[in-house]
């Protein structure tokens, strides 16, 4: 099982993106849920992270800018990414995390979506 995220695409600095990822409530509508990304040559690294019950964090890189929520009813986690910087341009995930810092996950990767922010 994978989740599948999308939404990505090319933004100017300062800009803003929304990126969702949908899943099958049956099978984690329990879970946590988070986002991850990773840039060429670098590990996938933890950007957000939400509970069933609604609680966040953050990786300090993007708090302040980025947004997790969830939508129970529609099986959707979404990441509000705002004034976003070069230094986001990354593909990004969905998956479950086991930990509160995103160590490790539940499932495998999927494609991830592609988010470039360059003038």
């Known amino acids: 099982v994978q989740l599948q995220a999308c939404g990505g695409g090319l933004v100017q600095p300062g800009g803003y993106l929304r990126l969702s990822c949908s899943y099958s409530g049956s099978i984690f509508g329990r879970s946590d849920l988070g986002w991850f990304r990773q840039t060429p040559g670098k590990p996938r690294e933890f950007v957000a992270r939400?509970?069933?019950?609604?609680?966040?964090n953050y990786a300090d890189s993007v708090k302040g800018r980025f947004t997790i929520s969830r939508d129970n009813a529609k099986n959707t986690v979404s990441l509000q990414m705002n004034s976003l910087k070069p230094e986001d341009t990354a593909v990004y995930y969905c998956n479950v995390p086991l930990d509160e810092a995103g160590r490790f996950v539940r499932l495998l990767w999927g494609q991830g979506t592609l988010v470039t922010v360059s003038s």
């Open positions: 939400i509970t069933n019950g609604g609680t966040t």
